[in-house]
């Protein structure tokens, strides 16, 4: 077993591409679950309509990359407007499976040969983020410390990323605390109670779910930037769990939660990933029990099991604090 | 309080992971010509896209004859990327460059003398399909005498046949969806891959094991009834006990569900296989609609379980019990009604029709390890369209979206099919959200 390289594996996930986009729709799905109560199961959907938006409208309607996000963030608006009018009077599991079918709706359309001129059906688009890299600050080279670096492109993408996970975190926070974000943890707690004081609570719960979608809409720009592509199978339901349990890990409602809880999420991943994989090759697993292409599926059920271990024993994440997420209703 | 519950709880995890690894030396070798990468998104390593199949002649009478030295041209975007000859068996398979759309051109003055395909379709011989990453996909020529068939088949009637056969299928599945609802008030996210298990139970006895179908659903169906009985006893006693909420149980449920599925996946691979008995079979014509007779045996066990369920619901005494507690659970308590043990009976019953729903679903298209995740949105669209944790409602819901899903290719592009289901779902919740059988206090 290589420790130097399962540990550079470990950091370079940690602030790699994967956890910066994770973190930033995480912010968002903290604002739906953590902060208001909302399950939104299809979050994936918001990210997937940043990154369309932009891509459609870069390759499709020849408009620059910085138009492109704003076009992201409108469908994000549309989207989460379409999905609340239904369901936000009703139980939390409406919602549920309202936003995780919505999603599915998106990506069956996406991929379609129906929609293929201006989707670029299941192939996608690409190459619609050039904008972005011709303003890189970073000369040629690699930057890093140690064994972990990243060529000029990859930093560049990181140091944005994170800067703007910084930001959302900072909005976020500074609502969260705002007489607002009282009224969202109020509905959390106890939805009649805030409706008898008076508060529109349809409207709470829309603004936040509108404001969530565009964070995560932003989730989704990150990461078509940083691939250059937007493929519609990328977008897959199972990402939005991968989001909820990033989010759980960190601890819902809490202000670091969703960004330190992507960072372990993938970095977890990514070593077990590592540390499996040596194992299968240095024979320490037998052929038998476990095969090199099955130690992805592997990490998916850790996951799984990951999720379920984490909501039963320690629903609060690591950072949480019990009394702020009951959960109870 | 904890330890009280731990136990059971790895009790029956570990009851279901020994049902796993029971599969898995009896697995490995069917699995090995089939076996693929993760799908997942964030997967670095290269998934490995192919095509594969059998050429067969199948004659009117007689045992099918493989096709030997025929040719298959695969195109992406026009552009060929990859020929195929079939060998003495049939078979071909190939690797392609990735995901993506394709076209393959079965050519036809390559088959030998006699050979022909069955449907005299301008187009009969290409194919056009798309492949996900990692996919192993199936290529599926029909190749006999020329039939003439299609010619006399009634397209709204032949659809509104398969819409039925869909419908029963989902509403099987979602009965237990909506019981499980209706009496512990869980949204159980998990139910789609007891769907998957049942399949997958099924082809490990059919196909590996080498029995016949029929007994192998049977035994599927059993797997599903303990499995069911051991998740409740297991694990969401437990959690109900300890005063878990209903959201934090959901995405208990969640954890379960990938858990599961990825499980799966691990055991029985990526591809997509047909059971060794009834996978090609010969539609026959019954008035102006086509339909092979499995598919008919399907729709008539479908309906014959669906009675017996509604007998059992509205005549017996632990069916009236369990309306009774998905009506009003204390009220239901109070009266003397074991509530515990009509939700253990509910989650049994839910997982041996969820199991016997994969084994039809599996028949009637093949079996892999995330049938059952694709029929869950359609479960979800049943119930709720019928009316969440209404037994009654779960089955016209599903009838309504399984006719809904087929009749509606009338009008968009198959591949959409499902996107009509699901925004019908959503207008329901807008104008009536309680659903057709369903009552307005559940929801709010």
Redesign the interface.
């Known amino acids: 077993m290589d420790f130097a390289v399962i540990f550079r594996d470990f950091v370079r996930a940690a602030i790699g591409d994967?956890a910066v986009y994770f973190a930033v729709a995480a912010v968002g799905l903290n604002l739906h679950f953590g902060y208001t109560?909302l399950?939104n199961?299809g979050h994936i959907g918001f990210l997937m309509v940043g990154a369309y938006g932009l891509a459609i409208a870069v390759t499709f309607f020849s408009l620059s990359m910085w138009a492109g996000i704003i076009v992201g963030m409108i469908w994000a608006v549309l989207l989460a407007l379409l999905l609340g009018?239904?369901?936000l009077?009703?139980?939390?599991?409406?919602l549920?499976?309202?936003t995780?079918?919505?999603a599915?709706?998106l990506r069956?359309?996406f991929?379609?040969?129906?929609a293929?001129e201006v989707t670029g059906?299941?192939?996608g688009l690409t190459q619609f983020a050039r904008d972005f890299y011709a303003i890189n600050p970073f000369p040629e080279g690699r930057y890093g410390i140690w064994v972990v670096n990243f060529s000029e492109r990859a930093t560049w993408v990181l140091v944005a990323g994170w800067a703007l996970a910084g930001l959302c975190t900072l909005l976020v926070w500074a609502l969260a605390r705002s007489p607002w974000g009282r009224v969202l943890r109020a509905i959390r707690e106890d939805e009649d109670a805030a409706r008898s004081l008076g508060k529109n609570v349809f409207a709470y719960k829309m603004q936040s779910l509108v404001l969530g979608g565009v964070l995560g809409a932003f989730g989704g720009i990150v990461l078509a930037i940083n691939t250059q592509s937007v493929?519609p199978?990328?977008?897959?339901?199972?990402?939005t769990?991968f989001i909820?349990?990033a989010l759980?890990l960190g601890g819902a409602a809490t202000v670091v939660g969703p960004i330190i809880g992507s960072m372990m999420f993938w970095a977890l991943?990514a070593a077990t990933n590592t540390a499996l994989r040596q194992a299968v090759a240095a024979g320490y697993i037998p052929d038998?029990?476990m095969?090199g292409?099955?130690i992805?599926?592997?990490r998916?059920?850790l996951?799984?099991?990951?999720?379920?271990?984490?909501?039963?024993y320690r629903?609060q994440g690591i950072f949480g604090d019990r009394r702020e997420l009951?959960?109870?209703? | 309080m904890r330890a009280r519950w731990i136990r059971p709880c790895r009790v029956a995890l570990a009851a279901l992971l020994f049902v796993q690894l029971l599969a898995v030396p009896a697995l490995a070798e069917t699995a090995q010509e089939s076996e693929q990468p993760s799908e997942a998104a964030s997967d670095a390593e290269e998934p490995a896209e192919s095509v594969r199949g059998t050429l067969l002649q199948r004659p009117e009478d007689g045992d099918p004859v493989p096709v030997d030295g025929a040719e298959i041209i695969i195109r992406s975007n026009g552009e060929e990327v990859g020929t195929i000859v079939t060998d003495a068996d049939g078979a071909f398979e190939s690797g392609v460059p990735g995901p993506g759309d394709y076209e393959a051109e079965l050519v036809v003055e390559s088959l030998p003398e006699g050979v022909a395909l069955t449907s005299d379709a301008e187009d009969a011989n290409v194919l056009e399909f798309d492949i996900a990453p990692g996919q192993s996909r199936t290529l599926l020529f029909r190749l006999g005498e020329p039939s003439g068939g299609g010619s006399g088949v009634n397209l709204p009637l032949q659809l509104t046949v398969e819409g039925l056969k869909l419908g029963l299928i989902i509403g099987i599945t979602s009965i237990g969806l909506s019981l499980i609802f209706g009496t512990t008030g869980l949204v159980n996210f998990a139910h789609g891959e007891m769907v998957s298990f049942g399949a997958i139970i099924a082809y490990l006895f059919n196909v590996t094991l080498g029995l016949h179908l029929v007994p192998a659903a049977i035994i599927a169906i059993f797997f599903g009834f303990l499995t069911g009985a051991a998740l409740d006893r297991g694990l969401w006693r437990p959690l109900r006990e300890r005063g878990t909420s209903l959201i934090a149980m959901l995405v208990v449920s969640i954890g379960l569900s990938l858990l599961w599925r990825y499980g799966m996946l691990f055991q029985f691979g990526g591809g997509t296989r047909p059971y060794a008995q009834y996978s090609v079979q010969r539609a026959v014509s019954i008035g102006p609609v086509q339909i092979a007779p499995k598919d008919l045996w399907s729709m008539a066990i479908s309906i014959i379980v669906l009675i017996g369920v509604g007998l059992l619901l509205l005549r017996t005494r632990i069916g009236k019990a369990m309306r009774a507690v998905s009506d009003n659970r204390d009220l239901a308590a109070s009266s003397g009604i074991n509530v515990e043990m009509v939700v253990l009976v509910v989650w049994a019953l839910g997982g041996g029709l969820a199991t016997l729903g994969g084994v039809l679903f599996g028949l009637a298209e093949q079996v892999s390890w995330q049938m059952g995740f694709q029929l869950l949105l359609l479960m979800f669209a049943g119930v709720i369209l019928g009316g969440l944790g209404t037994a009654f409602g779960a089955l016209v819901g599903s009838l309504i979206v399984g006719l809904f899903v087929q009749l509606s290719t009338l009008v968009v592009p198959p591949e959409l099919k499902n996107v009509g289901a699901f925004l019908t779902l959503i207008l329901v919740l807008l104008v009536r959200p309680q659903g057709i059988l369903g009552r307005a206090e559940r929801i709010g």
């Not at chain 1, 199978?233 to 990402?239: A, E, K, L, N, Q």
């Not at chain 1, 996951?303 to 039963?312: A, E, F, N, Q, Y």
């Not at chain 1, 009951?326 to 209703?329: C, D, N, S």
């Open positions: 994967s109560g399950l199961f009018a239904p369901t009077r009703l139980r939390a599991d409406y549920a499976i309202v995780i079918v919505a599915e709706i069956f359309v991929r379609s040969v129906w293929r059906g299941s192939f493929q199978d990328t977008y897959s339901p199972p990402v769990f909820f349990t759980i991943l038998e029990l095969s292409t099955q992805g599926q592997v998916f059920m996951v799984g099991l990951g999720l379920m271990l984490l909501m039963i629903p009951a959960l109870e209703r």
